[in-house]
T-cell receptor, first 114, second 113 residues
Framework: KQEVTQIPAALSVPEGENLVLNCSFTDSAIYNLQWFRQDPGKGLTSLLL?????REQTSGRLNASLDKSSGRSTLYIAASQPGDSATYLC?????????????FGKGTLLTVNP | GAGVSQSPSNKVTEKGKDVELRCDPISGHTALYWYRQSLGQGLEFLIYFQGNSAPDKSGLPSDRFSAERTGGSVSTLTIQRTQQEDSAVYLC???????????FGPGTRLLVL
C-alpha cells in the first residue's frame, strides 16, 4: 500500500527566505506526483504536476523535483512571501489499473512572517 | 468558467442522523472523486465515478457511506447514522482522464455532535 510522508509537518520562515518542502513515497511505481496548496477553509489548488518520466517542473518561484527511484520529491519556493502561507500537500497517482487514485501526505503547514 | 462547487459548506448534525453532501463537478468532466480529510490526517480516497462505468467504492470506510452520481454530473455522498468519527472535511474533485490534474471543490465541513 502506497504511503506518502511529508517533512516537516510545519515550517515558519521570515519573508524572503528560500525554502524546501520534502515528500517521500514508499512505492516507486507511480504515474505522476502533484503538489497542491490548501488555504484555510478552501479546497486544493494544483501547483505543479510531474509525470513519472520527468525530473522537475517549474512555475514562477516554485520548482518541484522528482526522484522516482528513491521515492522522493521536493518543492522549492524561492523568495518566500507572506501570501505563500498555506498548507502544501504532496500526492502521488498510482500506475496500473487504479491510475486515478491520489494518495496524499498529511501536508506541511507553511507560515511566512512579514 | 465555474469550478467544482459543494454544498452545504458546513453541516452540524447529531449523532445517528443521516446527512447528504452534494457535489457539482466542472461541466463536461467525466470523472468525479470524493475524498475525506480528517483532523491531523491526509486526504483519504473514498469513491470514484467515471462515465457510465461502475464506480470504485473501495475507499468507503463502512456500509453507512454511499454515493450516487446522477446523469453523469451531480453527485451526492450520503452518510447514514452518523458517528462522531465521521466529522471531517469532505472534498469533491473532477477531471476528464487522462488529464492528470484533479480540480477540487471547497469542501463540506461536517461536524457530528
Amino acid at each position: 500500500k502506497q504511503e506518502v510522508t511529508q517533512i516537516p509537518a510545519a515550517l515558519s520562515v521570515p519573508e524572503g527566505e528560500n525554502l524546501v518542502l520534502n515528500c517521500s513515497f514508499t512505492d516507486s511505481a507511480i504515474y505522476n506526483l502533484q503538489w497542491f496548496r490548501q488555504d484555510p477553509g478552501k479546497g486544493l489548488t494544483s501547483l505543479l504536476l510531474i509525470q513519472s518520466s520527468q525530473r522537475e517542473q517549474t512555475s514562477g518561484r516554485l520548482n518541484a523535483s522528482l526522484d522516482k527511484s528513491s521515492g522522493r520529491s521536493t518543492l522549492y519556493i524561492a523568495a518566500s512571501q507572506p501570501g505563500d502561507s498555506a498548507t502544501y500537500l504532496c500526492a502521488v497517482k498510482e500506475s496500473g489499473g487504479s491510475n486515478y487514485k491520489l494518495t496524499f501526505g498529511k501536508g506541511t503547514l507553511l507560515t511566512v512572517n512579514p | 468558467g465555474a469550478g467544482v462547487s459543494q454544498s452545504p459548506s458546513n453541516k452540524v448534525t447529531e449523532k445517528g442522523k443521516d446527512v447528504e453532501l452534494r457535489c457539482d463537478p466542472i461541466s463536461g468532466h467525466t470523472a468525479l472523486y470524493w475524498y475525506r480529510q480528517s483532523l491531523g490526517q491526509g486526504l483519504e480516497f473514498l469513491i470514484y465515478f467515471q462515465g457510465n462505468s461502475a464506480p470504485d467504492k473501495s475507499g468507503l470506510p463502512s456500509d453507512r457511506f454511499s454515493a450516487e452520481r446522477t446523469g453523469g454530473s451531480v453527485s451526492t455522498l450520503t452518510i447514514q447514522r452518523t458517528q462522531q468519527e465521521d466529522s471531517a472535511v469532505y472534498l469533491c474533485a473532477s477531471n476528464t482522464p487522462p488529464s492528470g490534474t484533479q480540480y477540487f471543490g471547497p469542501g463540506t465541513r461536517l461536524l457530528v455532535l
